[in-house]
């Protein structure tokens, strides 16, 4: 496991799972939202984003969390093990709801600087309509990948994966 994409839906704990994934395997953790977004929120040109994730896959190593579709097919040719958290939507929407409240007006460490978290009833229409217009074009995506393909449905998978890795981490060096 070198080169690492986390997807799926906004909400999903991406983040929080590249960190500690990240702090388990030392790898580099890059979270695209930092990457994509300018200052007040502003979106870069097509081109711009493109050649920047380009940089960031020709990396040797890397863990990635993000969806951003229209780079997906790119990161894919390059990683070896990808993440796909698949859970229920309302999750979802509730972890966003949660995460708002928590930090609003604040920027969080996996954004970018002069991005404050804000209540964005657009940003709450894609997490609540993901499963029907993003995730069948990512499982799509993902069939054609030939790593390593964990997908995570309920938040307990996470926590056993976590759990399952540290028992072999300390089988292997025990």
């Not at 200052?39 to 896959?57: C, F, H, N, Q, Y």
Request: charged share 25%.
């Amino acid at each position: 496991m070198e080169r690492v994409l986390i997807v799926g839906c906004s909400g999903n704990g991406k983040s929080v799972f590249a960190r500690e994934l990240g702090e388990r395997t030392g790898l580099p953790v890059i979270h695209l939202d930092r990457v994509y977004w300018q200052t007040g929120w502003k979106e870069p040109e097509s081109g711009e984003w493109r050649a920047a994730v380009k940089d960031l896959i020709a990396e040797p190593r890397w863990i990635m969390d993000g969806n951003y579709g229209s780079t997906l097919a790119m990161r894919l040719q390059r990683a070896d093990t990808v993440f796909f958290f698949d859970l229920p939507r309302w999750l979802a929407l509730t972890r966003v709801l949660r995460r708002t409240w928590r930090h609003y007006g604040r920027t969080r460490a996996d954004l970018a600087d002069g991005c404050p978290e804000r209540l964005d009833w657009t940003f709450l229409k894609f997490v609540w309509n993901f499963n029907r217009n993003h995730r069948p074009r990512t499982i799509a995506a993902l069939s054609n990948f030939d790593g390593d393909l964990v997908v995570f449905q309920r938040p307990a998978e996470v926590t056993a994966y976590f759990s399952h890795q540290a028992l072999r981490r300390g089988a292997a060096t025990g």
